[in-house]
């Protein structure tokens, strides 16, 4: 895998003191999908910001296909588009020259069959003479990505660009986010929507409180951490669990009609087997049965959590 | 240096643009403003005074005039500019695009002042509907009139950056500059003030700028061309120190 964009001890802290990042380092192989995830305020956008040359960092290097991002700006910027977070517009332009503004700010020559091919490729061909202000906030998401993709990038930052819209055009999105990929484009997106990730995503980060505490293939992220859950669906309620059951630490539900068992799926011994004999021998029937992995949502909250914990311990601020 | 030529074409576009979808505002304001002006200190009261310097009063005020309105329209151009992008956010797509703070300097400048070079030519066109005024050195007046316009474009456009909201944005312009300028000899020689006042008068920076461009028109002003020039290209370099600063810190840019 040949890397386009390499972060290496990037940190930023601002003038009030807060720490929005310290000492990432991530690697992004060109043509992956990667999807940073993190809760409010973990440090997504400072680091897109960062790297898109919005925000002076305070430590560390970035390279971008082997440009230094501050000595070799030109080159670095020219090779990414970016998507931000907010719908950043000039009302009072009419899209297609917002969008061939953006190609110009980047040193492009004009090219009206690119972009009336980006325009009809983002259903916004029939909006072309429309001004910004008169377009739905879905349609100025488009625009934005319209703008970002003008000069043809190789890489794409969309910071959230679900946030807001509705499930037609989150589809649309993710579909046009795959066709990008299958032209070679390397896409960096940040995400509140784990469903997003999931969906799209190659591999994922977790930053939390500016550090990114973890980098994985979203499938080996969901192998390895997954735990899965099996929900037994009893023929008589229960109103505890019995005392012979209390070595699988299981969880009663739905009134008692449900008893719920949380294993991982990857140990040797699950516990699944040896469950369901204890049972049958203690009398406990069950009508049905189903197992559910956990979700990436499911280890995002978890790494959270156990990143808030240990700072507690530690005696730090959650 | 200066590599990205279409990505100051394209903002220099985008700001004449912006001018245009005004152009009859911008056009008719300083026609308004001058005629005025010409009523009131031209006519009404004009027709009362005596030449200053062998100079008919009417045509005396004509080069203050020009740099009053190119004054507050350079800095007012300037800093709106600027200012917009990172009002509404779009300064982004700026920062992050490969152009260099010298670039980005000549597009946005560059547009402030071909506005306020046109609004100048706009006024003494109409001056010369109502005085006959003769320019001396009209290669030297239409230079001044270009390092002025650039000049306090820059300055604006440090406003432009400095601010933090529309209140700032005018703040200085209306408190610092108009007053200035007004006291700075627009519509008087400073022989006409009492010795102390014109001692005072000569701290104030426009008063240069004024008199440089009144020499341009009549051959004299208060003070000899080359302070003139000289007062300029100090406050030319002054600015481009402060903007070279901001580049470099990011400050109010991309913190």
């Keep these: 895998m040949t890397p386009v964009l390499e972060i290496s001890g990037l940190g930023k802290t601002y003038k009030s003191g807060h720490q929005a990042l310290s000492g990432v380092d991530l690697t992004i192989n060109k043509g992956e999908i990667f999807a940073l995830l993190g809760p409010n305020g973990a440090g ?35 090779m990414i588009g970016l998507v931000p977070q907010e719908l950043h517009t000039d009302a009072f332009e009419k899209v297609i020259t917002t969008v061939t503004f953006s190609r110009g700010l980047f040193g492009k020559p004009k090219d009206p069959r690119f972009i009336e091919q980006l325009l009809k490729d983002l259903s916004l061909w029939d909006k ?57 484009v390397t896409i960096i997106l940040t995400t509140h929507y784990i469903e997003e990730a999931e969906e799209m995503a190659d591999r994922v980060g977790v930053i939390s409180k500016g550090k990114l505490i973890l980098v994985e293939e979203k499938d080996e992220l969901i192998k390895k951490l997954g735990r899965k859950t099996l929900t037994l669906n009893l023929a008589e309620p229960l109103e505890v669990v019995p005392a012979e059951l209390a070595q699988w630490n299981l969880q009663l539900a739905d009134e008692g009609h449900e008893l719920v068992y949380e294993f991982d799926s990857q140990a040797e011994a699950t516990g699944v087997p040896s469950l369901l004999r204890r049972m049958s021998d203690i009398g406990i029937a069950f009508k049905d049965l189903n197992t559910r992995q956990s979700s990436l949502e499911d280890i995002f909250v978890g790494l959270v959590h156990q990143t808030k914990a240990g700072e507690q311990e530690l005696g730090q601020p959650a | 240096m200066i590599q990205n030529v279409r990505g100051i074409r394209s903002i220099y576009l985008f700001e004449m643009a912006r001018f245009g979808r005004t152009f009859w505002t911008s056009l008719m304001l300083p026609v308004i403003t001058t005629t005025l002006y010409f009523v009131v200190f031209g006519s009404a009261i004009g027709s009362r005074m005596s030449d200053v310097s062998t100079v008919p009063y009417g045509a005396f005020i004509v080069p203050g005039l020009m740099m009053l309105t190119m004054f507050t329209e350079s800095i007012s151009n300037a800093s709106f500019g600027i200012y917009m992008p990172k009002w509404t956010g ?76 529309f209140e700032q944005l005018q703040v200085i312009p209306l408190l610092v500059v108009y007053p200035l300028t007004f006291l700075g000899g627009a519509f008087y020689s400073l022989d006409m003030l009492p010795a102390a006042w014109r001692t005072l008068t000569l701290f104030n920076p426009v008063v240069y700028l004024i008199s440089g461009f009144r020499w341009t028109f009549f051959g004299q002003g208060d003070v000899g061309i080359g302070v003139s020039m000289g007062a300029v290209a100090l406050f030319l370099a002054l600015c481009l120190a402060v903007i070279f600063w901001m580049f470099r810190t990011g400050y109010r840019l991309k913190n």
Aim: proline content about 3%; hydrophobic content about 50%; some cysteine.
């Design chain 1, 44 to 78: 997504k956008t400072t680091m897109i910001s960062i790297v898109c040359g919005i925000v002076t960092a305070s430590a560390g290097t970035v390279t971008v296909g082997g440009h230094d991002h501050a000595r070799d700006y030109r080159a670095a910027r020219s």
């Design chain 1, 128 to 184: 072309r003479n429309a001004k910004i202000m008169e377009l739905s906030g879905g349609m100025k998401r488009r625009v934005m990505i319209a703008k970002a993709l003008s000069h043809e990038p190789e890489i794409l930052f969309l910071d959230e660009p679900t946030a807001g819209v509705d499930v037609e055009l989150r589809r649309d999105m993710w579909n046009m986010v795959r066709g990008l990929r299958e032209r070679g």
């Design chain 2, 90 to 165: 779009t300064i982004y797509e700026m920062l992050s695009s490969p152009m260099s703070p010298l670039e980005l300097l000549i597009a946005y400048v560059g547009a402030a002042a071909t506005k306020s070079v046109i609004i100048g030519a706009i006024i003494f066109a109409t001056a010369h509907l109502f005085v006959d005024v003769q320019v001396a050195h009209p290669l030297l007046m239409v230079a001044f009139m270009i390092l002025m316009a650039v000049t306090f474009c820059l300055f604006g456009f440090i406003i432009g950056i400095w601010a933090q909201s």
